[in-house]
């Protein structure tokens, strides 16, 4: 049978945020990491909810899921930001990225061109919820 079930979630993946910019998510999902496809590192991925645009307050997008986003056991410097606008201390050693699970942010969403559509993405750029 050739039947697929899609959520309101999948139905609002496709849609880009429009306009670009800082939205308030919550991190729902920070997924266990999977080795990358050269085998070589770890690939640690993240889900969101929108809240609301950070700066305007409109909540066109609210209730839409962020793109997801990923961060690299080669590169872990790219999830400082993160860590810090979460509102953790940040030292070195090892961190277990489950702690920013549930926590409220504001996250940089841009567009990009990507196979002849525009697609939204999250740009690393992070800061305390506003």
């Known amino acids: 049978m050739s039947m697929l079930d899609l959520t309101q979630k999948d139905v609002m993946r496709g849609v880009p945020v429009d306009p670009p910019g800082w939205y308030t998510v919550k991190i729902t999902n920070v997924g266990e990491g999977v080795?990358?496809?050269?085998?070589d590192s770890t690939n640690i991925s993240f889900d969101g909810e929108?809240?609301?645009n950070a700066d305007s307050g409109d909540t066109k997008f609210a209730g839409?899921?962020?793109p997801n986003?990923?961060?690299?056991s080669k590169a872990p410097g790219f999830a400082v930001g993160l860590?810090?606008?979460?509102?953790?201390?940040?030292?070195?050693?090892?961190?277990?990225l489950k702690i920013v699970e549930g926590k409220i942010l504001d996250v940089f969403i841009k567009q990009e061109e990507y196979q002849g559509r525009m697609v939204s993405k999250v740009d690393h750029q992070y800061r305390p919820a506003r």
């Open 35 to 39: 080795p990358s496809k050269a085998g």
């Open 50 to 52: 929108i809240i609301k």
């Open 64 to 66: 839409f899921p962020t």
């Open 69 to 72: 986003w990923m961060f690299n």
């Open 83 to 96: 860590l810090r606008a979460c509102g953790e201390n940040v030292e070195v050693g090892r961190v277990n």
